[in-house]
Nanobody, 114 residues
Framework: QVQLVESGGGLVQPGGSLTLSCAAS????????MSWYRQAPGKGREMVAF???????NYGVSWKGRFIIARDDAKNTVYLQMSSLKAEDTDVYYC????????WGQGTQVTVSS
């Protein structure tokens, strides 16, 4: 059974850093395109970053240079290192695994506020 469990969200001050984790089970993350998405209330999900099986990474324009997506194959976990956080980064962040099917985690709340 495929399962994605996000963690690491919370409250952080503007300019601060946070690292989100996505622990996977039931499949191998290195064989999937692993992505992080965000979603604001009443809006659709927006891609933040992805990492391919070949370790190619890509970022949305708003996050390039501030966020880093990484994968630990030994832990079967994907991370999103977030730095220089802004108030507009506040959202629920979701982990997604894509191969023949799409699988989503339950999300983790990130709040950037002083």
């Amino acid at each position: 059974q495929v399962q994605l469990v996000e963690s690491g969200g919370g409250l952080v001050q503007p300019g601060g850093s946070l690292t989100l984790s996505c622990a996977a089970s039931g499949f191998t993350v290195s064989s999937y395109v692993m992505s992080w998405y965000r979603q604001a209330p009443g809006k659709g999900r927006e891609m933040v970053a992805f990492i391919s099986p070949g370790s190619t990474t890509n970022y949305g324009v708003s996050w390039k240079g501030r966020f880093i997506i990484a994968r630990d194959d030994a832990k079967n976990t994907v991370y999103l290192q977030m730095s220089s956080l802004k108030a507009e980064d506040t959202d629920v962040y979701y982990c997604r695994a894509t191969r023949n099917y799409v699988h989503w985690g339950q999300g983790t709340q990130v709040t950037v506020s002083s």
